[in-house]
């Protein structure tokens, strides 16, 4: 397994190499990063299966050749896409924890990045992942590290100044709600009034967190 890249380390270095893996160079590294970029965005675009290795060779403008130098196998580029993916959501919620007002509801503020972050890059490209891996056993064990980290860390530890409330019982299903509720209207096919809907939607969420922070009550999930 490769070792999970650190957010700040996204735009210059990518996982490190395994043992007997390409050179550990400057320019290998550029690389490296290259190839992981595109395959992220190409995952994002085209899906799993449409973004194949040799797809996202051609995009770098790589030969076969350099592009199996540096992921042998379907398997090693994916598990470094995965991690490469997973620091780009850490970099992008920390983007957003950066724009929260002093006088905004941090609660509030985090339920709107997330849902902002659902139809980036790095977001929808872990997305495809997770969808390949209901059908592909390697991607599935390839992607887990990356998702138990993110699991550990999403609309919690990963973003500073946003619900940090408490780590319980409680706290922790408010962060879950969000979560799960949010992506689910992501992937849903909404057919009309869909502004409106997703409005509404947005505005039970922050009023059930809020409940469970007790900063309000059940009588307040939703308004007159």
Known sequence: MTDRPKPTQLRDKAAPVKDGGAKDTPKSRRTRVQILETAMR??????YDRAGNAAIAEACGLTRGAMLYHFPTREDLVEAAAWHIHAAREVAFEAEAKKLKPDQDALDGAIEAYWRLLSSVPFAAFLALERA????????????????????????????GFIMA?????????????????????????????DARIENVLTVIKRAVHMLNRKGDVTDLWGD
Do not use: C, W
């Open 42 to 47: 190409l995952f994002a675009e085209l899906g």
């Open 133 to 160: 891996a209901r059908q592909d056993v390697d991607v599935a064990k390839a992607i887990r590290p990356a998702q138990e980290a993110f699991d550990n860390a999403a609309m919690g530890r990963a973003t500073p």
């Open 166 to 194: 408490g780590n319980d019982a409680r706290f922790q299903a408010s962060r879950d709600l969000a979560r799960f509720a949010l992506d689910g209207m992501h992937r849903a096919a909404l057919t009309y009034e869909n």
